[in-house]
């Protein structure tokens, strides 16, 4: 396959594309019964497949695996191993008898385990250099190398890894090899026009519950999106970092919840968000936001100045033009 890595900073949906991938793959395919390689019953790659074939022939047993099961993943941390990725002597298959040199001893790791699907690596940049060796065959030569074993399984997958682009220059921690090998560099961004903002809030946010009944008007959603995209340009705000997509998501659920805990505490039998719920997200999202070493302890200060203006852009854009004459003479006259 193409094998990519896609940049871009958190809360992007890297990880979301990667996995919708999975649909280009055929929703049904055969693989030999019981092959921990997904191996083709026509080619099978392992001394255990090649032999099965040559004993049963047309009759070796066959099954058939969705295309859900093709897809693998590892979260890139400090303690992955090459046994995990590639795999490594089984000691349990030692103790049965076999000899070291038999390649049926080793145990084969995620990669390989994903043999005709897609194997995605998030966080690539977190993987030890030497871990990051042992992928340069299988994006190159598409073969694994365990310990000392002459084995060569000709590999059949698509590797997708993520990383932050700061993490990816030359000052980064990618060996250049490995970065060679990749066949693109996709960039991802976060959502570019305000409406589409918007909709993913919407999309994304648990914004009712089981046995509760709230409503989150679409102005205020637009408040939310607008502040989302305010601390992402903020100077205040560490660039290199980003502002997830989380961000407004969990932002909107506040209001929600705010709202409820509203209506519960007034007796109102429909809880629905307004504008003055709108400060609680301010504390609620402090810890998502990484801010300029210059801005120590004027976090909330920065955050509450970028609601009010997201809420008096979203006014604006509105609102602008409209006689509010009448009702804001309701309120002179103590209207409730």
């Known amino acids: 396959g193409h094998d990519l890595v896609l940049l871009g900073e958190r809360g992007q949906g890297k990880t979301r594309l990667i996995r919708t991938l999975v649909g280009l793959l055929d929703e049904w395919t055969p693989v030999l019964a019981g092959s921990e390689l997904n191996e083709h019953p026509y080619a099978p790659i392992s001394p255990w497949g090649t032999r099965l074939v040559a004993e049963h022939g047309d009759a070796a047993p066959v099954t058939w695996r969705h295309r859900g099961d093709r897809y693998g993943e590892k979260l890139a941390t400090p303690d992955t191993s090459v046994g995990d990725l590639i795999g490594d002597v089984d000691p349990i298959k030692v103790a049965e008898g076999r000899t070291l040199g038999d390649p049926e001893t080793v145990h084969y790791g995620l990669v390989p385990r994903t043999n005709r699907g897609i194997f995605s690596v998030n966080e690539l940049p977190d993987l030890a250099e030497r871990i ?46 490995l970065k060679d090998r990749f066949g693109a560099e996709v960039r991802t961004h976060y959502p570019l026009e305000l409406a589409d903002e918007v909709r993913l809030v919407r999309q994304e946010a648990q914004l009712s519950w089981p046995g509760t009944s709230v409503t989150v008007p679409d102005h205020l959603l637009e408040v939310v999106a607008r502040y989302t995209r305010l601390v992402r340009e903020s100077p205040q705000v560490d660039q290199r970092s980003g502002v997830s997509a989380r961000f407004a998501v969990a932002s909107a659920e506040t209001v929600a919840a705010s709202a409820v805990r509203r209506a519960a505490i007034t007796g109102e039998g429909q809880a629905v968000a307004r504008v003055c719920d709108l400060p609680s997200v301010v504390e609620a999202s402090r810890g998502k936001v990484e801010f300029e070493a210059a801005e120590e302890g004027r976090e909330l200060e920065v955050l509450h100045h970028l609601l009010r203006r997201a809420t008096a852009d979203a006014f604006r854009a509105l609102l602008a033009g409209t006689d509010l004459s009448g009702l804001q003479g309701r309120f002179e006259e103590g209207a409730p």
Request: glycine share 4%; aromatic share 4%; no cysteine.
């Open 132 to 177: 990051q060796v042992s992928l340069l065959n299988v994006l190159e030569e598409r073969d694994i190398q365990v310990r000392g074993y002459t084995l060569r399984l000709p590999l059949d997958l698509l590797l997708v890894a993520s990383a932050n682009p700061e993490d990816y220059t030359n000052r980064g921690r990618i060996i250049t090899p």
